[in-house]
């Protein structure tokens, strides 16, 4: 079983920034992915950015404005959002995958977006 603890969610305005972190209970080198998915109010839960065996891929809605990122020392993977549009406004959930291919969701945090 592995745990999640996200944070950095908040109400920010357009325009402004907020940088997500995800700390896994295991280490992040034992892990093959991990991930950031959003969801909207009454929308599915789609995938913001994710880093899979080295490669990062990022939505077309987030290219240039957000960066997904790992720092091995302090076992943490961070989403940096800039440029939010209020479109941005929804959970964050952290998403981790073992090399066993078992997937696991952080509990989510809230990020909202104001004109």
């Known amino acids: 079983q592995v745990q999640l603890v996200e944070s950095g969610g908040g109400l920010v305005q357009t325009g402004g920034s907020l940088r997500l972190s995800c700390a896994p209970s295991v280490s992040i080198e034992s892990l093959s992915a991990m991930g950031w998915y959003r969801q909207a109010p009454g929308k599915q839960r789609e995938l913001v950015a994710v880093i899979h065996r080295g490669t990062v891929a990022i939505a077309d809605s987030a290219k240039g404005r957000f960066t997904i990122s790992r720092d091995n020392a302090a076992n943490t993977v961070y989403l940096q959002m800039n440029s939010l549009k209020v479109e941005d406004t929804g959970v964050y959930y952290c998403?981790?995958?073992?090399?066993?291919?078992?997937?696991?969701w952080g509990q989510g945090t809230q990020v909202t977006v104001s004109s």
């Open positions: 998403n981790v995958q073992t090399r066993l291919g078992q997937p696991y």
